[in-house]
């Protein structure tokens, strides 16, 4: 039933020279096929075992069966809700594109687009049109998508032309917003903006992630007086009615962001060409769950999938653990993605139910974390009743569902400030690693106790919008890298005794995730100053790097990205950034 299409056969000699980094083992080939889940699998040969056909004896009027009236269902015609998704064969870009960008406490941007500098508007121009042209050298991306099939549909599907992923529709679970949990202290939005530096150093500048799209996804749509309507659009039909829980994530969205415009979908929805929305859509916020094991699944996949080929920054819960498990829930082990967990605003420590136990591949989540435990004091209450039990909004928004919006709409506020990071999810996971500098005093203890320190940290405004330097790698999986398998540059103006900080981050195909467990490529980071290294990262399971370091002198510092294993599987999607910390 499932047919193989093996792509770049003249690699095969090359794959096998390739091994990981910390075991004796080939890396295994990009072999896209159509495929279904186990139940699926199961629902088939269900319907394939069944004779076919079920009697339905009808009665007349007085109950005596009427055996000239005997009706026939076929149980063939029995559907199942799935989430099909079509595999890329052609993803591969031929055009390069490489691009810097240097933003000073003086307000002033230059912008470097394949080496050479050119002014703000000759770069948008010029990297609009590359950009539009990588789109084309691959093959269309069709977004996951949710359809009632037959056993027969199914095995139509798997055997057709496209390559077809089919898994049996689970409903998507919010994250808990548990307000019974003992001593919680709720802080006004307004103050927790203030924390964050949003409110004191965005605001004031008019930055608000005007003319920024940002979509959440949900069970259920929000209470839409509750909202700025103006700047609210429904994404699609509002199957489950007005519900607390998207309310309370749109509110966080729209005072975080308030100029941005907010596209709610009910249940698990991509939206389809994110770039063609009336304000495009380029920050995604998902507070809910599918798994809460370790394995990463086919909804991390899909999420990655998603972000590989649309550029959509994704922000997603940690999940909240409620004493039952600790790991990262599902879609937040999406390589691609920045996973956010849940810091309580009074302490400035890690929230005891986050999430944060890491995926069984190894990558440390999650990435970010941020405020949760909002107050909104002059909401009005509200009550719905959910399947027979009565759902109150009062005001207050919390756990992992609530961190997360809250780093949507920073990232919004960020966006409209500096519109070179749109369209760059690598770039901006590694911008978003660098400005958390804000440490966090029980993270290890009885927070994130399997990640390393630096990135156990809360994220400023300031830290982001100024004083960086950013940079980006997109192009086919040959580009960029020298013979030796390093990407090197130098910084320059560095001054001597200062803390910098420099992360690393890339996108994988989450097809060839699913299918090994193992990320295509692995990359490392390698500070040197004065011929001498300072400082490295050389994780061999995480999809970004991150080095602190401080400075012996003034010396230029030489950057060293180096490629330690690659399956040939995607292109380089790779971002970078550079900040001085103090």
Avoid at 33 to 45: G, H, Y
Avoid at 138 to 153: F, G, K, R
Avoid at 415 to 424: A, G, M, N, T, V
Avoid at 460 to 489: C, E, L, P
Wanted: net charge negative.
């Amino acid at each position: 039933m499932n047919k193989l299409i093996i792509v770049n056969l003249c690699l095969v000699v090359v794959l096998h020279a390739q091994f990981l980094s910390d075991k004796n083992v080939a890396l295994p080939l990009f072999v896209p096929q159509s495929t279904m889940s186990d139940s699926v699998k199961k629902f088939i040969e269900q319907m394939e075992s069944d004779s076919g056909i079920v009697k339905t004896v009808k009665k007349d009027v007085l109950g005596r069966a009427s055996t000239d009236s005997i009706s026939y269902l076929q149980k063939s015609d029995k559907k199942m809700k799935v989430v099909v998704s079509y595999e890329r064969t052609n993803h591969l870009y031929k055009t390069s594109l490489h691009g810097r960008y240097e933003f000073s406490s003086e307000g002033e941007g230059l912008f470097w687009l394949n080496d050479t500098l050119v002014n703000e508007e000759t770069y948008f121009k010029k990297w609009e049109k590359m950009q539009l042209l990588q789109k084309e050298e691959a093959s269309e991306y069709t977004a996951p998508h949710v359809e009632y099939l037959t056993a027969s549909d199914i095995k139509r599907l798997i055997d057709g032309s496209r390559l077809v992923s089919i898994v049996e529709y689970k409903d998507p679970m919010n994250l808990s917003t548990d307000t019974t949990v003992s001593g919680i202290y709720y802080m006004a939005d307004s103050l927790i903006r203030v924390k964050s530096q949003i409110q004191t150093r965005a605001f004031p500048l008019n930055y608000k992630g005007s003319d920024i799209g940002i979509y959440f996804t949900e069970t259920g749509c929000p209470k839409t007086s509750h909202l700025n309507a103006s700047l609210y659009v429904q994404g699609n039909t509002c199957v489950r009615g007005v519900r607390v829980h998207p309310t309370g994530v749109a509110r966080i969205l729209q005072t975080t962001a308030p100029e941005a415009k907010i596209y709610g979908f009910d249940q698990e929805n991509y939206p389809i060409n994110p770039a063609d929305y009336s304000t495009p859509i380029y920050i995604g916020s998902h507070s809910w769950s599918i798994s809460a094991d370790s394995v990463y699944m086919n909804e991390d996949k899909e999420m990655d999938n998603y972000i590989y080929s649309n550029k959509v920054i994704e922000f997603v819960a940690a999940g909240n653990t409620k004493g039952t498990t600790n790991y990262v829930t599902s879609p937040g082990k999406s390589v691609n993605a920045i996973t956010v967990g849940a810091i309580t605003p009074d302490t400035d420590t890690y929230a005891s139910y986050s999430g944060w136990k890491n995926p069984s591949m190894g990558n440390q989540k999650p990435e970010v974390v941020n405020y949760t435990h909002f107050y909104f004091p002059h909401d009005s209450y509200f009550s719905v009743i959910v399947d027979g039990s009565i759902q109150t909004y009062n005001g207050t928004f919390n756990g992992t569902s609530a961190s997360t919006p809250y780093s949507a709409g920073m990232a919004a506020d960020i966006l409209s400030q500096h519109p070179f990071f749109k369209w760059h999810p690598e770039m901006f996971k590694a911008l978003m690693m660098t400005g958390s500098t804000q440490y966090i005093a029980n993270s290890f203890y009885q927070g994130d106790k399997d990640n390393y320190s630096r990135i156990r940290n809360i994220p400023f405004y300031s830290k982001m919008a100024w004083n960086t330097r950013s940079a980006y790698w997109n192009g086919g999986n040959s580009s960029f890298f020298d013979s030796d398998s390093n990407i090197s540059f130098n910084e320059s103006n560095i001054k001597k005794g200062k803390t910098y900080r420099i992360a690393i981050a890339w996108l994988s195909l989450g097809s060839y995730v699913l299918a090994n467990q193992l990320l295509p490529q692995d990359l490392d980071l390698f500070i040197y100053q004065d011929g001498n290294l300072i400082a490295s990262s050389e994780s061999a399971t995480n999809p970004f790097e991150l080095v602190d370091f401080t400075t012996t002198s003034s010396s230029d510092l030489t950057v060293v990205i180096k490629r330690i294993r690659n399956a040939f599987a995607d292109n380089v999607v790779l971002g970078y950034n550079f900040l001085q910390t103090n």
